[in-house]
């Protein structure tokens, strides 16, 4: 990883003793050198840096081969994951040599984990306008440009609450074709022997763009099998499009096995990367070749992009021609900046991305017109609108601030939920609960009709009411790999998680205490009254929305829109639920009351007949409870075809346990509303 460098030669001036005691002296550098390098080959980071640390305190300030140290010590900190201390060394390393060029791309790579795209940009940058310049160096200035200005998602950047099945409220006023347009991105990591490395991709990828993308990752390995690891542990060879599409549809299933084991928000990064293992082939001819309409499609691509930049290139010569050399100066653009543009690309419709090869000549007419544009009359609603996105960013920004809040009760929660105690928790949770609140509030105060605000005030009453009521369950934690060492099916992960489910909360509910029961009514009430006023706060043709009766076993449909009125009416009943139940366990009269009216919230919301009826059946008091009879099957799929429900499957029976008892969109089992606990979640299934 280190060069070795020659001493020069000593000074005539200098004396025996003197030239004896500089050779010694360069004698332990290359030998501490050295060591630090085969210690960095054989993985022992720390031998390797408290090598380099000692090559580097035994030299003088100004002796040439520090700036090669302390990169070096910046790799081992990168390795280890260290970053802060990487982008010291390798400032360090920089304030000895400036330009030195494994130094800005190491500190650039180390800026970019921690997040810091603006600094890492301007180090690629510096890094690409010497002579080092490498293809890994301009594809890594381009994917933070991209970054910075939007084009790509930077990890687990997602600024809106999710919805039941991971769509806003927000996203939802705009036009379908429009959301669909924004393919998700996917982290891959790519694994040559012992190297790894990153990089991203579409859902739409192909094999034949993955493997143009992997040679340019590994440059000079050869040929190259590339094969993804399968839910099973096996290696599945890659020869197609619909290959990948297995392995992205595995991870993202993989997210949503994790999320109902541990419960809580699903968040954005939760889904893990996709893990693509590239293996040596002994020629061409043992690597499979990408269908012929794949390789096409990415000869066309590359051929555009070639002739794009050279027309840039054509342009930009011309236009230097024209005019005379001035000094070049360097500018910090603002993210805000950043996003005003994306906001006005938006609003104009016009997508740089589809005329690149005409971009020049767009944005003269661009610049031409908008001075014309602002003052015109036509521009007062545009300017209204990019202020309703702002407004509606702020908001938006507030609320997953009060998310945080709310994830670090129920995590405290969680743990006093294992210990049986909460008594070394207890002020603490309220600690959050009150910040929560108070970020909800504030969200509420920017944006007064913001549905996702009241909504998640309600979702925090509902979690004080509980934590009064002494109503918590222990979290589920069921391992994925049985005692035979096998990984469980996804229907039996499903199964057991209910089972212990079912197990905690009648453990839970057998604990509670009449008097803290009732000191939780009024908290209860103000959960339902917060989500019965963001149900005024839907707009008057969301609220009369027809909602489609759910039949079990139908297939999901893609195109089918949220129901947001729906989603509403299932998260009311869930808390009507949990509330029978908890009132139910302490004797207390009013529980029957509370679950009928549950039931009817289900059946109103559209969910699943035979789901009901699976919740009524686990309720402690199912024997007290008017649990209605299964509708004969014909009778199901004549009132799906009334319904304009597709003929082609026949319901299926449920597995055992129950799905999410809430309506089904977007081709996705309807999950709970995003700041819902696990328990919450676990409430429209079968307790």
Partial sequence: MAKKRTSGRSSPTNSPSKTAEQGDSQTQLSTLRDEGNKFFGKKDYAKALECYDKALKSLPASHQDKPLLHSNKAACHMMGKKYKEAVNECTAAL???????????RRAKAYEQMGHYKQALSDVQKANKGSEATPETQEAEKRLKDLMSGKRPSGSNNNTLATANGTTAAAKKQPARQQRSQPYVFQAKIQLDDETRSMHMTGQVTY?????????????????ILKYL???????????????????????EQADRLQAQHGGPKLPNMVPPVRIHATRAKSEADVPTPPAEEESQFQQITAARKYIAEQALKQQAKKEEQTPEQPQEQYAVDQWILDFANLFREQTGIDPDKHLDLQTLGWDKCTAAMEEAISSEKAEPIFQAAADKFQEVAATGMLQWGNVFLSIARKLLDEAAIKGSFS????????EFDKATAKYKEALSIKADFYDGEMQLGQVDFERAKLTAGFIPQPVRINPIDEEGKSRTPEKMTELVQEAHQAHTKKALNGLKREAVEKSKPLFQSAVQH?????????????????KQQVAGDPPNPDEDINFYAQSLVLIGNLLYEQSQITAAVGQDGWKDMVEKAAKLFKQAGCVQSD??????????????????????????????????????????????????????????KADKEGESSSDKQTAVAQ
Avoid: C, M, W
């Fill in 208 to 224: 034949a763009e993955l493997q143009h993308a992997v040679k340019e990752k590994f440059p000079g390995s050869g040929p190259l």
């Fill in 230 to 252: 399968d839910k099973e542990g096996d290696l599945v060879t890659i020869t197609d499009r619909n290959d990948l599409q297995v392995a992205l549809k595995e991870v993202v």
């Fill in 424 to 431: 070394d928790h207890q002020a603490r949770i309220e600690s």
């Fill in 531 to 547: 989500y019965e006023a963001a149900i005024q706060l839907l707009p008057e043709d969301e609220r009369s929305k027809p909602i």
């Fill in 612 to 669: 009901i009826k699976a919740a009524l059946i686990s309720h402690i008091k199912h024997d007290e409870i008017d649990i209605p009879q299964d509708e004969p099957e014909e009778a199901k799929k004549e009132a799906a075809v009334e319904d304009g429900a597709s003929k082609s499957e026949q319901a299926k029976e449920p597995v055992k346990g129950l799905p999410s008892l809430a309506p089904k969109a977007k081709g996705n089992k």
């Fill in 95 to 105: 304030e000895a040599q400036p330009g030195y060029h494994k130094a800005l791309t």
